[in-house]
């Protein structure tokens, strides 16, 4: 007959094939709940309930990693009195673990140099003991948090609760690193569909239809370097009879500099309706955009006024190019040079206005922004100026869509990759012949 310290000792060992039996069964269990689980929330949920109830313990809380702030910080825990936990890696068990990526067991944490004991200050909870596991992202070996389970029930952490968390870890970590490659998906998605409204708003604000100015052809072509632009031109009537002819280029690419360039637009729009003047204008413009154009931010511009009666063009030029005035009878091109800095520059800037050009029959107006020049093939050789001149030349008598289609065709395969380095944009004006 077997003594009662002995039944006492097997049944013991019994409870604790049960705890450990039930511990896998959970185990399992949230690993099909996981595998069929994209939200985050919900994700960090499972993981937190689920590793509680295996490990037997008191409080569960799953940290994430902010790669930004390299910070860890919750979203999800069982029981916590604060709304939040944010600390960096260099502090407390967690901190620790996520550093060195590696597991910890913490049996008397007051004694542990490396435990930080403010939230249980703040909270007044009492951590006995901590197990900690990393979550590392099997997809590309980023650290995505820490899986932190405090006060086991039965007494300190054991060997097999480090088995067990480290499994909870490893499940974790593909769950969560899927839930975020979907979250990625999903705002990559939203911000595509954004991008292709904002498109089609801006596109709306480069000219659809040129205007007809009688004696002239006009022509414009538009590529820009992401979903949308930074490039701007326009043609638009001026009080006294002329026409404005404006070609401009806002620094850099983007949302950002899309929206300076649609503040510009409706800036110079307001302005022009009292202001026939190009310098004025541009001085106008300059001070109005003064708020605007900070940390680095300026626009190249150019604006030409048109007279169409005396075939003359008056314009001032704020830093701007490629622009030139091409003459058939001389078969050369002339430069619009710079009057001042571009916007932004200077606070308080002046454009004077620069020489009148008159305007011979069959002479072009050639506006275009940096991109097209500066576009460079594979082996790091610019568009160039001699390739834009030798198509106008070339093609100086053909109709103007077919320049300002050739000019974008010979840019866009010189240039590597699908889309250009740099905004694109022409605008060509021809006396008639």
């Known amino acids: 007959m077997q003594s009662p310290a002995l039944t006492s000792t097997a049944e013991e060992s019994l409870d604790a094939l049960r705890v450990r039996v039930a511990a896998l069964n959970r185990l399992l269990d949230v ?91 703040l909270t007044g909870y009492q951590t006995r003991s901590i197990l900690a596991a990393p979550l590392i992202s099997p997809h590309d070996g980023a650290l995505l948090g820490v899986l932190q389970v405090l006060n086991n029930v039965g ?62 052809e006009l022509a414009s072509w538009w590529l820009p370097h992401q979903a949308v632009g930074a490039d701007y031109c326009d043609v638009l009537p001026l009080d006294d009879g002329r026409t404005a002819l404006v070609i401009a280029d806002v620094a850099g690419h983007g949302i950002g500099p899309s929206l300076i360039m649609a ?35 300026f626009i190249t511009m150019l604006i030409a006024a048109l007279d169409s009666q005396r075939h003359r063009i008056e314009y001032a030029n704020a830093g701007h190019g490629p622009a030139m005035h091409y003459s058939a009878a001389d078969d050369r091109f002339y430069p619009l040079e710079s009057t001042g800095l571009p916007l932004g520059v200077e606070d308080y800037p002046d454009y004077p206005q620069a020489t009148p050009v008159m305007i011979e029959p ?39 869509d077919e320049l300002v289609r050739e000019v974008g065709r010979q ?23």
């Open 31 to 121: 690993t099909q709940r996981l595998a069929a689980e994209v939200d985050t929330q919900r994700v960090l949920e499972l993981i937190a309930s689920e590793a509680c109830l295996a490990l037997v313990c008191e409080r569960a809380t799953v940290y994430q990693f902010d790669p930004r702030s390299q910070e860890l910080f919750t979203r999800v825990s069982t029981d916590l009195e604060i709304g939040e936990i944010r600390h960096g890696l260099d502090q407390g068990i967690s901190g620790y673990v996520a550093r060195h990526r590696e597991i910890v067991n913490v049996p008397d944490p007051p004694s542990d140099s490396r435990w930080n004991s403010r939230i249980d200050q």
């Open 155 to 216: 007494g300190p952490f054991d060997p097999f609760d480090e088995e067990l968390i480290l499994a909870f870890a490893s499940h974790a970590a593909v769950a969560l690193d899927r839930a975020r490659l979907v979250d990625e998906l999903k705002e990559r998605q939203h911000v595509e569909a954004s991008l292709k409204v904002a498109r089609a708003v801006q596109r709306g604000f480069m000219p659809q239809q040129l205007p007809a100015v009688p004696g002239y």
């Open 411 to 433: 840019v866009e395969q010189h240039y590597e990759g699908a889309t250009p380095p740099d905004d694109l944009t022409i605008l060509v004006v021809r006396r008639s012949e």
């Open 263 to 297: 503040s510009t637009r409706a800036a110079l729009r307001a302005l022009a309706l009292d202001h026939s003047a190009p310098e004025v204008q541009l001085r106008l413009l300059a001070r109005a955009l003064l708020g605007d154009l900070e940390e680095g931010l």
């Open 362 to 400: 069959g002479d072009l107006l050639v506006l275009c922004t940096d991109g097209i020049v500066e576009s460079m093939d594979n082996g790091g050789e610019a568009f160039g100026q001699q390739r834009l001149e030798a198509i106008i030349r070339r093609r100086a008598r053909a109709p103007l």
